[in-house]
Structures are given as C-alpha cells and as structure tokens.
C-alpha cells in the first residue's frame, strides 16, 4: 500500500480483551448515531417545515441552497475536519487541542469566504431564488464551525460532546423556527437554521475551552495539503454532482422535479442518517481493527457496508407500504410525486451503503489516490446517469440513472479496497506510539 498519510488513531490498550474491545466500539458506534440522529432531525425539521408550509416550488428553491451548503459542507471537510480525523483521532490532549483549534479557524474560514460569494451570487440573481442564496451565505460561517465541532469531539473521543453540541442546535431551532413560519418565506427559514448554529458553535467554544484560529487557518491548510487536497476533490466531486444533476434537472424538468427528488431523499431521512452517523466513527474503527487484526479488515469492511445496504432495504420496503394519508401528512403535497421515486432511491441508497464499507476501508489504509479515483467515478456516473436519464424519461428516468450509477460506483469501490489490500502486505505498516508515527513491516 502507498502510504500516503501517516493513520494515528491509536489501536487502544494492548491488553485490552476482544469483550472490551466490542464495548468500546459498540459505545463509539452508539453516541456516533446518538448525534447524528440529533443532527439529522433539525435539518430534517427544516426540510419538513418548508415542504408542508410553502409548497412543491418553494420546496425546490430551498433544495437548490440545500444543495449548495452540501458543496460548500464537503469543502471545509476536505480542507479542515477530515484531515483533523485521520491524523489527530486519539492523540494526547495537547497536539488535539492545537490541531481542533486551528483545523476549527480552517472552516470558519472556509464559510466566511463561500458564504460572502454565496450572499453575492444571491444578490444578483434576485427573484426567488436570490434571497434563498443569500441568507444561506449569512448562515454558513456558523453552520460550517458547528459542524466542525462535531469531527473535533469525535477527534478526540467525546462523542457525548458532539450529541449535546447537535441538541443545543435542535432545542434553539424551535422558537427560531416559529418565527421563520410567520414570515413565511423560503430565506426565513434558512435564517432560522443558521441561527440556531451559530448558538451551537458558540457553545462549542464553551465545551472545548477554545477559539477557531483563524489566523492559523493558512498554515493548517498547508500542513494538511497531501490529504486535504485529496479529500477536498473526493467530497466536493460527489455533492458537486448532486449539485448538478438538481440544476440539470430543474432546467430539463422544472424546480417541481428537484422537490420531488428532495422529498424522496427526506423520506429516506432516517436511514441516511444512520448513515452519516457510522460514517462519523466508521474510518477509526476501522483503523483500529488494522491495528490489532489487520487480516479481519476486509471482513469488517465487508459486514459494514453489507449492514448498511441491508438496513436500506428494509427501509424502503417500509415507506412503499407507508399509507398515502401518513404521506401526506409528512410532506404534504411534496408526497405525491416522492412517493413514485421511492424504489429508485432506495436502491440508490442501498448502493451507497455497500460502497462506503470499503471507502472506509481505504480511508483506514490512508489510500487517498485509490479513494479519490473512486470518488471521481463515482461523481461521473452519478452525474451522468442523473441528467441522461432526466433527459430520457424525466424525473424517474433520473432517479433510476442513480441507481444505476451508485452500484457501480460500489463496485469499483470494492475492487480498491482489495487491491489496496493487496499492496499492503508488501510495504510498511504506519503505527503510532507515544503520539509518534513509525513505519514497520509486516
């Protein structure tokens, strides 16, 4: 294996037995979906609430700037958190707090800087999707540091601080969003959100005992550019593709067509949530199961992503027997024309679910060029099987082009992870001791 980021996440005690070992995953796992759930209710409150008050259209220019905080999300991941998750997961407190606060100063940067061209780019468009675009650039500086919160605790293995940090989002997003109802207004509720973020990343501050160091944002950004240049283009290919297959299909099938696919993907809400909720502690513990067995990493790969897609399964088949009333009481008149996208997307998730067993494998192994040739082809097929098939059959032609796209794109995931793990029984191991990365061979 080409090592091209030195893996520290610590394997644990030596002596710890395989009973304690399941504990301390099963913990890690259990307060990884803890916050995640909490996280996902408030963004799944937001999407709820504009979908039953404003109507399919409204629902779809709130789509278009929930797209675009995806884009700008996996920017500051790239370049700021997820560099901060590989190399700082488990290290003394010291090189954590240093590295959380620079890494923090990074996305909050990040924001600031999107954010202020988002609220230009709105200004300019104007009608009604430019006041929607430039609350979302008023709200991202705050959204991307509460975010980047939530990888630093998980960083530094206090999940529990990441799930109170999410709650506090979710309880002030109550009385913002009463007020965001009144007015009524897709840009209201978008404010709405990102105030309640600001209060969370406020209290961040509070939780770590730190400041973003913005100042320190550049040099971070410089230290970390072997793999935030790579994580960077990874994230931004997949949720840049979804960018542009919600505008490809709103110009070939109307802003009607980007809701109903927005809707469908809410009604897969919960799954996806648990979902990004593994995906929060998946790599690390993956990471540590190369440590101390490397030989089983394939299997837990393997069980990972075949859970995931398994889960999905079941899911979906719940939601087609989900009663129109229950629909439309969830989305109102968004339900309709969801609930004819529900198999697709299903499959397009379940897909999703068995590729990233292996990409957080190849996370694990630090494989960054064979995680990023993925991601790319994945981007590709996802892209182009979105916006041919709304060009051959409209809104379900795409939904199905996704599910075509997204099993390939797990296929060929899988065939990196195993040559990936090929490769590396015939170079060094990257191991961590005393905070101190050493190469040995196996």
């Not at 969370?200 to 100042?215: D, E, F, I, K, N």
């Not at 009333?325 to 024309?337: A, F, N, T």
Request: net charge positive; hydrophobic share 50%; glycine share 14%.
């Amino acid at each position: 294996m080409t090592t091209e980021g030195i893996q520290t996440t610590t394997a644990g005690p030596s002596g710890e037995t395989g009973r304690t070992a399941k504990r301390g995953v099963l913990g890690r796992l259990s307060w990884g979906l803890a916050d995640q759930a909490a996280s996902s209710m408030t963004n799944f409150a937001v999407g709820i609430y504009v979908a039953r008050e404003l109507g399919v259209t409204a629902f779809g220019v709130f789509s278009l700037a929930w797209l675009t905080y995806g884009v700008v999300l996996n920017v500051a991941r790239g370049l700021a958190t997820d560099p901060l998750v590989v190399r700082f997961s488990g290290v003394p407190d010291a090189p954590w707090r240093a590295a959380a606060a620079r890494s923090t100063g990074a996305a909050l940067g990040v924001g600031t800087t999107l954010g202020a061209v988002c609220l230009l780019v709105g200004l300019g468009l104007g009608g009604s999707v430019g006041p929607a675009f430039a609350c979302l650039g008023v709200a991202l500086p705050a959204l991307l540091l509460q975010d980047a919160w939530r990888f630093a605790f998980f960083a530094a293995g206090t999940g529990k601080k990441a799930f109170a940090n999410d709650l506090v989002q979710g309880v002030m997003l109550v009385p913002a969003m009463v007020v965001a109802a009144r007015v009524g207004t897709v840009a209201a509720f978008l404010l709405a959100w990102g105030a309640s973020a600001a209060v969370a990343a406020g209290y961040g501050c509070l939780q770590s005992g730190l400041r973003p160091r913005v100042t320190r944002a550049r040099g971070w950004l410089r230290e970390q550019r072997d793999l935030g240049s790579r994580y960077l283009v990874e994230n931004v290919s997949l949720s840049g593709a979804s960018q542009l297959r919600a505008y490809g299909l709103g110009a070939i099938a109307g802003v009607g067509a980007v809701g109903a696919a927005r809707g469908a993907e809410l009604l897969l809400g919960p799954f996806l949530a648990l979902l990004m909720g593994l995906s929060l502690v998946t790599v690390a513990e993956a990471a540590r199961v190369l440590r101390q067995a490397p030989q089983r990493l394939g299997r837990f790969c393997f069980l990972l992503g075949g859970g995931q897609a398994g889960a999905a399964l079941l899911w979906g088949s719940a939601l087609l027997l989900m009663p129109d009333r229950l629909g439309e009481l969830v989305l109102g008149d968004v339900w309709h024309s969801a609930s004819q996208l529900i198999v697709p997307a299903t499959l397009g998730v379940a897909g999703a679910g068995l590729g990233s067993g292996a990409a957080a494998g190849l996370r694990a192994l630090a494989a960054a060029r064979r995680s990023l040739r993925c991601q790319l082809f994945a981007s590709a097929c996802y892209l182009g099987g979105g916006l041919g098939g709304a060009a051959a059959a409209g809104t379900a032609g795409s939904a199905w082009g996704v599910a075509t796209a997204t099993a390939c794109g797990s296929a060929v995931w899988w065939l990196q992870l195993r040559a990936a793990l090929r490769e590396r029984h015939h170079a060094p191991i990257p191991v961590v001791e005393d905070g101190i990365p050493e190469m040995r061979t196996p």
